[in-house]
């Protein structure tokens, strides 16, 4: 059981790959955020990246950035550099046709590679939200992997052919996976939060165990004892790491399961409850409704009326 690919899943985090950018002379450009996450890697040359509320950052070639909330920001050829909004038309069109976005008035001098990533706002465990406002990886510590898979990228966005659209989406969701895990090897520590459960070899234990059987009756003494530890360690570490007990976090990541197979399956309420642990509807719909604060019925009526695509629905269990 990997519990990060476990929550990505549940989460429904899903890449799209964006245009490539060739920029020259003096050039700036904004987007307003519309993605929940964006990731840039520049390829040559050099720019700027200035989100609100921080210095304007330099990226240099081989350098990675994430933009884990997909706020409003800016790359430009220099910090003090004419912006201009993002034409939405022309990004599209040059991703369609595989040409560049050109921005500037100069030879192309800058080259980078952008992606956009979505995710299932109502799972409570995080996935982007908890994390630092930018995620910087620079080349001189990005791993080789990270590398080789911007060039296919690259060549991909340069090149459409058959079935391009699927190579790209993931060609997109490995390249955050490969960004998250040198992030995560690099040992900045994260703020109080989930993501600390990754790296914390006991937290990381005991989560997998609940991750890989939702349904068992887990208390903290049980779970303490499957992770040779005592109630109180597990307890203090749980609370130290992510603010959170062991049966909270338990609550919120059977009610993240029960959410996905309300939206997406048939399964009867009887199912989806014991398969996540109750022992009655009853008991399921109020514990669902203390954390959604919407009765299971209600919510997957309400969630299947946004219009999900149907290619990210999973079949009944």
Known sequence: MDVL??????????????????????????????????????????????????????????????LPTGISHTLSSAPDAEIHACDAAAAEAARREGSLLSLGDGETQT??????????????????????PVIHIRADAADPDLGDTVRLLGRELARPRAATEVLLDRLVDILLIQL??????????????????????????????????PARDWTTEALAQEVAVSKSTLN??????????????????????????????????????????????????????????????????AARSTGRPAEHRVPAA
């Open 236 to 301: 203090r570490r749980f609370i130290a790491v992510t603010g959170d007990s062991p049966g909270a976090y338990l609550t919120r990541w059977r009610m993240d399961l029960a959410a996905r197979r309300l939206r997406d399956t048939d399964d009867t309420l009887e199912t989806i409850a014991e398969s996540i642990g109750y022992t009655s509807v009853y008991a399921f719909s109020r514990a669902f409704r203390r954390e959604r604060h919407l009765p299971p019925a209600r919510y997957r009526t």
């Open 5 to 66: 690919s476990d929550v990505l899943a549940v989460s429904g985090v899903r890449g799209s790959a964006g245009a490539r950018i060739g920029a020259g002379g003096a050039w700036g450009v904004s987007w307003a955020g519309q993605q929940d996450a964006a990731l840039y890697a520049v390829t040559a040359g050099m720019a700027y990246l200035t989100v609100t509320g921080e210095a304007p950052r330099q990226l240099m070639a081989g350098d990675l950035v994430l």
């Open 180 to 213: 998250l895990r040198v992030w995560l090897d690099s040992g900045s520590p994260p703020d109080m939060s989930w993501w600390g459960v990754l790296r914390d070899p006991l937290l990381l234990n005991a989560v997998t165990r609940i991750h890989a059987r």
């Open 111 to 132: 080259r980078i590679l952008g992606a956009g990533y979505s995710h299932d706002a109502s799972t409570a465990t995080p996935v982007f939200s908890l994390l630092p």
